[in-house]
């Protein structure tokens, strides 16, 4: 397999970003780490072997990326509103400085898919409904979808736009309505150990969907699936397989 390390000065985040690419070819895959996590858990847990045959057929290229969540969500003495001014930083590195490198990278200038496990699956999710002109396709596993759940009852505007109950609820756009309409969206989570929250949050999500008539593959996966990678490590592969025997890849 092809296995390159990158890294760059981010203008955006004043710090040079590291990341992974694996693959030679295919639709680009932006994963986002869990909490606490780094660019490289997703190979040291094993993600990248369980795609590995998607990943030499050449039909998707993973690219793994590093977090700030340290300095944003998960910055405990910081104010929320710092919190997530800090986040929005780091979308605009993801956005207007991540993304132009991949698509020099790998040559592929169409929309690209987002994933992610526990807190990387928040970003993939906020990621794709914040920018569906960069994303057209979702996998969040075992995702938060609640910014509360980093905050507590503490809010703004800068909080809500990155808390996706909440703006969809009130989303009215129908251009962006209608992107979701027409993109690949899937949201699992497992019945199992750990997986209180993020059952609370998928159901949440997916009762806004299906009252704004998006269609979305939410699955409920059984009461022995943890929130846990060796779950995560079944899920994604099977989704892929799915995207790839449905001509979506």
């Not at 760059?8 to 895959?29: C, D, H, Q």
């Not at 909490?35 to 490289?40: A, I």
């Not at 699992?188 to 993020?198: F, R």
């Not at 997916?206 to 929130?227: C, F, N, Q, R, T």
Request: net charge negative; with cysteine; charged share 25%.
């Amino acid at each position: 397999m092809n296995i390159e390390y990158h890294e760059f000065y981010s203008e955006k985040l004043n710090r040079v970003m590291p990341f992974k690419s694996y693959g030679y070819a295919g639709k680009p895959i932006i994963v986002f780490p869990s909490s606490g996590g780094s660019f490289h858990e997703y190979e040291d847990f094993g993600m990248i072997e369980s795609c590995q045959r998607f990943i030499e057929s050449g039909f998707v290229r993973f690219y793994a990326v590093d977090s700030v969540d340290s300095e944003s969500w998960l910055n405990k003495g910081s104010w929320p509103g710092d919190m997530a001014w800090r986040h929005n930083q780091y979308d605009s590195y993801i956005i207007d400085e991540f993304i132009p490198f991949v698509k020099d990278h790998s040559g592929w200038n169409e929309p690209m898919i987002t994933t992610g496990c526990s807190m990387g699956a928040y970003h993939s999710a906020n990621f794709y409904f914040r920018h569906p002109d960069v994303f057209d396709t979702m996998i969040a596993l075992s995702g938060i979808y609640d910014a509360r759940f980093f905050l507590g009852d503490v809010s703004d505007s800068e909080v809500y736009l990155n808390s996706p109950v909440d703006y969809l609820r009130n989303l009215q756009d129908e251009s962006y309505l209608e992107a979701y309409r027409n993109g690949n969206i899937i949201i699992c989570v497992g019945q199992g150990n750990w997986e209180e929250d993020s059952i609370r949050d998928t159901k949440a999500v997916d009762e806004i969907l299906k009252s704004k008539d998006v269609p979305a593959w939410v699955d409920y996966w059984g009461k022995v699936v943890d929130h846990d990678w060796p779950w995560w490590r079944v899920q994604m592969p099977y989704f892929l397989k799915e995207l790839k025997d449905q001509d979506r890849l």
